[in-house]
């Protein structure tokens, strides 16, 4: 895949804050389906600190949710052989997300999330997720994403 899935939405659904590219304020997550997994990239500035040189939980739990509703409209496009070299009108929401935290995660560092499909069934999307630094897991993720109806 060479481009990321956020890039195929539609204008209109290309807003949201962690991966929409039409929030000039948002952090412009792209998701990769290589594969069998799904991956993105994010190095976080010190602005997101929770305590000296560890990024807060929530920013870590908004990089799951984002590439995780990715993970999953990439996911369907594989299971249903969607093309993903033109715009698709797939997208997901996040019908739940669950957060292990392992180890504090470093500022200034980049980031690596990855996504693993766990099952598809009907309009529901289970994603399982990792999210590593230095070469170390710091915390993983599970997450339920719902396909909107077209």
């Not at 739990?61 to 590439?67: E, G, Q, R, V």
């Not at 996504?115 to 630094?133: F, H, P, Q, S, Y």
Request: with cysteine.
């Amino acid at each position: 895949m060479t481009k990321a899935i956020q890039d195929l939405y539609p204008d209109d659904l290309s807003f949201c804050y962690g991966c929409g590219r039409n929030n000039p304020d948002g952090f412009h997550l792209k998701t990769y389906l290589k594969n069998d997994e799904t991956i993105t990239r994010f190095t976080p500035d010190p602005k997101y600190v929770a305590i000296p040189g560890a990024v807060f939980g929530g920013l870590i739990a908004s990089l799951f949710d984002c590439h995780g509703t990715g993970s999953a409209a990439a996911f369907i496009c594989q299971a249903e052989n969607i093309s993903m070299d033109s715009p698709i009108n797939i997208r997901c929401v996040t019908g739940s997300l669950k957060v292990n935290f392992i180890i504090f995660t470093p500022v200034n560092t980049e980031l690596e999330v990855k996504g693993k499909l766990r099952k598809i069934e009907g309009r529901k999307v289970w994603v399982d997720m990792t999210l590593t630094a230095k070469g170390e897991l710091r915390a993983t993720a599970e997450i339920l994403a719902i396909r909107l109806k077209d």
